[in-house]
């Protein structure tokens, strides 16, 4: 389950520019103007306090509600009506609209414009990005970062990373930016194609350590439902550990002979994994 909530809310904090392009392209209206403003009213008696990934005024007086998801989650609707509901009442004269921009294809079941539970239907703007063509938001530099989970239209992972590179070379990315592609494509098996990408073009490449480790929990997924979900789990945390410390290792220069090699690709055991990570993190060596 990689961190898509955070990458979206520095991204979109960061360059509010981007999150207008993507909001009017779900909602279908280019005049869409969005101004960042908090919500708060501490008078109110409501449910605990909501982490909207972006909660905004837009020109015409409305609240634009976005949320971006990045992995399975079976409570998404509801938390996304719960979340549109807390803003409608503490906002009552205003009208809300929310929208769902999915990195990845979600199932049908959440693949949908209305969310209805009891009497309660909320209307929301849903954009699948793996749909979207990459040309589409690569032809335009806020959105370029979110390209590398886009349709690739017959392109490599290395063709579609380097043309997302290059735009953001090109126009001074910034750190929530690039984090952004970096997520974006470590959710369809691009990352080390991205950090690649970024180091050819003079970009310093974002190493996401915790979020690709939490992933690693996602790419588990599929191996769990055949043959058990906390195998799956397991496994899959542990594979995508082991590819991030060889891949932090190389980033710095240090080259791993064989037996350090074999002995990083033959470790199991989640908790020292856990503490090589911490080790590289912090800046130390590993003894391996």
């Known amino acids: 389950m990689i961190s898509s909530d955070r990458?979206?809310?520095?991204?979109?904090?960061?360059?509010?520019?981007?999150?207008?392009?993507?909001?009017?392209?779900?909602?279908?209206?280019?005049r869409l103007v969005v101004t960042l403003e908090a919500l708060d009213d501490p008078g109110l008696d409501l449910p605990p306090p909501i982490e909207a990934d972006f909660v905004g005024r837009v020109a015409d007086g409305s609240v634009l509600h976005v949320e971006m998801q990045g992995y399975r989650d079976t409570g998404f609707l509801s938390r996304l009506l719960r979340y549109h509901l807390a803003l409608v009442a503490r906002e009552?004269?205003?009208?809300?609209?929310?929208?769902?921009i999915w990195l990845v294809r979600p199932p049908a079941s959440q693949r949908v414009d209305r969310i209805e539970i009891g009497d309660v239907t909320v209307r929301v703007s849903v954009m699948v990005l793996p749909d979207v063509p990459a040309t589409r938001l690569l032809s335009d530099p806020e959105l370029a970062c979110l390209a590398p989970a886009a349709d690739p239209e017959g392109r490599t992972s290395e063709e579609l990373c380097a043309l997302v590179a290059k735009v953001l070379r090109t126009h001074g990315a910034t750190w929530a930016q690039r984090?952004?592609?970096?997520?974006a494509a470590a959710l369809h098996g691009r990352?080390?194609?991205?950090?690649?990408?970024?180091?050819?073009?003079?970009?310093?490449?974002?190493?996401?350590?915790?979020?690709?480790?939490?992933y690693g929990m996602d790419q588990g997924y599929e191996r769990g439902i055949r043959e058990g979900v906390e195998r799956g789990i397991r496994e899959g945390r542990a594979a995508m550990a082991r590819?991030?410390?060889?891949?932090?290792?190389?980033?710095?220069?240090?080259d791993l002979d064989e037996a350090q090699r074999s002995r990083i690709d033959?470790?199991?055991?989640?908790?020292?994994?856990?503490?090589w990570l911490r080790e590289l993190v912090a800046g130390r060596a590993l003894e391996l």
């Open 243 to 254: 590819s991030m410390i060889i891949d932090a290792l190389a980033e710095r220069g240090i």
């Open 7 to 30: 990458a979206a809310r520095l991204l979109f904090h960061d360059r509010p520019a981007a999150l207008e392009r993507i909001a009017q392209a779900a909602i279908g209206e280019r």
């Open 191 to 214: 990352y080390p194609q991205m950090v690649q990408a970024m180091k050819t073009e003079g970009l310093e490449p974002i190493v996401i350590v915790e979020d690709l480790v939490l």
């Open 266 to 275: 033959s470790e199991t055991d989640p908790d020292r994994l856990r503490e």
């Open 92 to 100: 009552p004269d205003r009208r809300v609209r929310s929208v769902a």
């Open 179 to 183: 984090h952004m592609a970096a997520v």
